[in-house]
């Protein structure tokens, strides 16, 4: 079991940390932390809950990442004035400064172009273009976008916008930041009660395998809708996509991931029977199809399809044409 950390006596640390979720930093152990707290919202329907779950989601998909082999950065699960808090070390060194993505894209395009969610083109007009990145540089930023992007797949991340990718630079000097912001994965604003009811259907499981959610990432007009992840992983559309399916996938222990859910306090039983299901059915139905696809050369025809004519995969594509029977054999071996 992970320890559970109580943060509340330690010393608060005056350090800028940007995105939307109420956080400050701390020192701990002698290394400076960034403190996450869960969200609070309007419940949206009676299988969701007003307690968003990201900070459970950001302890759980960060190690999963890093069993994988993934650069990410180091978070401890705790509390802090009994509130369940996430700390994410401060992956900062004296002198860095973090480089955002956005600030590259900024640089490239109109504000009126950039939108949270990215389009392909721009992911790579912008890396292409950058004077301050060296040509290895470009290289491995690609491999690493990719890479986190297959990863992204596996815990169902919805939210890896232009502004939690990105590099450290210590004055001449530039590189990759480690993956973070993993909180919007893992089905954040589902209650247990919800994850109950969707056990209970395997179309509710497909439809949240293939349908949503959906990367923050557009292939065309924003209009047309974000691209799938099976989609954008089985179907050759990208080369640089297909080289990290087949470079991550090998690399996804099961097993491992499993101890990490079951060794993580504070979640009840039903919410480790649903990661585990939900993460056993994204490696089998999305992950290990594409990389068979992607390592045979023999690519998703449809998923092409899709992509190539801007065709979002739907609930009426998930009625007609998948064989349940798959799903059984995928979740059989979960022990309930």
């Known amino acids: 079991m992970y320890d559970l950390v109580d943060f509340t006596g330690c010393r608060r640390v005056l350090r800028p940390f940007g995105g939307s979720d109420r956080k400050f930093g701390i020192e701990y152990g002698g290394d400076v932390y960034m403190i996450k707290f869960s969200e609070n919202h309007a419940k949206r329907s009676e299988v969701s809950t007003s307690y968003v779950n990201n900070v459970i989601s950001e302890f759980i998909s960060s190690h999963i990442s890093e069993s994988i082999g993934i650069p990410t950065h180091k978070t401890i699960l705790g509390l802090y004035n009994n509130e369940v808090v996430v700390a994410c070390k401060d992956f900062r060194k004296t002198g860095d400064s973090n480089l955002e993505f956005a600030e590259l894209i900024r640089s490239k395009y109109d504000s009126n172009e950039v939108k949270r969610s990215v389009r392909l083109n721009q992911i790579y007009d912008t890396l292409m273009d950058a004077d301050i990145l060296s040509e290895t540089m470009k290289v491995l930023s690609i491999e690493r976008?990719?890479?986190?992007?297959?990863?992204?797949?596996?815990?169902?991340?919805?939210?890896?916008?232009?502004?939690?990718?990105?590099?450290?630079?210590?004055?001449?000097?530039?590189?990759?930041?480690?993956?973070?912001?993993?909180?919007?994965?893992?089905?954040?604003?589902?209650?247990?009660?919800?994850?109950?009811?969707?056990?209970?259907?395997?179309y509710e499981r497909l439809k949240r395998c293939y349908v949503f959610p959906s990367p923050a990432l557009f292939i065309t007009d924003e209009k047309v809708g974000k691209v799938g992840y099976y989609d954008m992983l089985a179907s050759?559309?990208?080369?640089?996509?297909?080289?990290?399916?087949?470079?991550?996938?090998?690399?996804?222990?099961?097993?491992?991931?499993?101890?990490?859910?079951?060794?993580?306090?504070?979640?009840?039983?039903?919410?480790?029977e649903f990661y585990k299901t939900m993460l056993t059915l994204r490696n089998g139905l999305i992950l290990e199809k594409a990389y068979n696809k992607c390592l045979w050369n023999g690519f998703d025809e449809d998923s092409l399809y899709r992509i190539q004519n801007g065709i979002q995969y739907s609930e009426d594509m998930l009625t007609k044409g998948f064989n349940i029977d798959d799903v059984r054999h995928k979740t059989s071996h979960i022990v309930k």
């Open 145 to 202: 976008y990719w890479d986190t992007f297959v990863v992204d797949a596996l815990v169902g991340n919805f939210d890896r916008h232009i502004g939690n990718w990105g590099y450290l630079v210590n004055n001449d000097s530039i590189r990759l930041a480690p993956v973070y912001d993993y909180g919007s994965t893992l089905y954040p604003q589902l209650s247990d009660y919800g994850m109950s009811e969707i056990l209970n259907s395997e």
């Open 236 to 272: 050759g559309y990208d080369k640089n996509c297909t080289e990290a399916v087949k470079r991550v996938f090998p690399h996804v222990d099961i097993t491992k991931i499993t101890a990490i859910i079951d060794n993580t306090p504070l979640i009840s039983d039903v919410r480790k």
